[in-house]
């Protein structure tokens, strides 16, 4: 068998055939032609569905901005990404349930929360609060990097810090959301950057043009959108 990795030229044409002293040539051209096709085909698919390989190779590379901001509540999230047999990463999003007071109420995000003093470090309260919020243990799954820390925009929120961890999962874990979400979703991220756009959110009564991604009714916008856009933009 020969093994081929590039395009290969036009099918034998029939006079080809009639210069090969036997059948078994007449085969092994056509068979080789078919096969250099399915090779090639295979490598452009494989090509193309590699944005988990980027975002690991990518966060190899990266070193994360961190924030010191003494006075600041600190906080951490978890970027959960779960292999797909399409080579297409799913992404876990939840939806905060409605809270009096709370100033992210009802917003889609990632899974997270405060630091607790009894929490080691950021990593153990990005873990402990995915736990919490939709029952999946990070603590068996690879930590693939760090994301830079981010504060938000607005003045009228409070001063806070997150710090953005990422985790890649084998399968989609069983997922038991707490009361404090309303419901989750595993969304591909090559959904996710095509769903990208500007949208208008309604917040305290004040209208905002914001930078989204728009799945179905549900708008992710605010320090989710920034904390996945480095890793959208891999999928260019």
Request: include cysteine; aromatic fraction near 4%.
């Amino acid at each position: 068998m020969v093994a081929c990795f590039t395009e290969p030229r036009t099918p034998p044409k029939y006079s080809d055939v009639r210069k090969c002293p036997n059948a078994v040539t007449i085969l092994s051209i056509v068979y080789n032609h078919v096969l250099c096709k399915f090779l090639v085909a295979i490598a452009a698919t494989t090509a193309i569905r590699v944005p988990l390989t980027a975002i690991t190779e990518f966060l190899a590379r990266h070193r994360p901005r961190r924030i010191v901001e003494p006075d600041a509540i600190q906080a951490a999230v978890a970027v959960v990404l779960a292999t797909h047999t399409s080579g297409d990463p799913e992404l876990l999003l939840i939806k905060r349930a409605e809270h009096e007071g709370d100033p992210w109420s009802g917003q889609m995000a990632l899974p997270g929360g405060r630091h607790e003093a009894l929490d080691a470090d950021l990593l153990h309260t990005a873990r402990r609060e995915t736990l919490e919020e939709t029952g999946i243990d990070l603590s068996g799954h690879p930590l693939l990097g760090e994301l830079d820390d981010l504060h938000p925009r607005s003045k009228v929120l409070p001063p806070i810090v997150v710090r953005p961890f990422v985790f890649g999962v084998a399968d989609r874990p069983d997922v038991r959301v707490s009361d404090e979400v309303t419901l989750h979703l595993w969304v591909p991220l090559s959904e996710l950057r095509a769903s990208s756009r500007r949208s208008q959110v309604v917040i305290r009564g004040v209208a905002l043009d914001v930078a989204s991604y728009v799945l179905g009714p549900h708008v992710v916008w605010g320090m989710t959108e920034r904390i996945l856009k480095p890793i959208i933009e891999l999928t260019d």
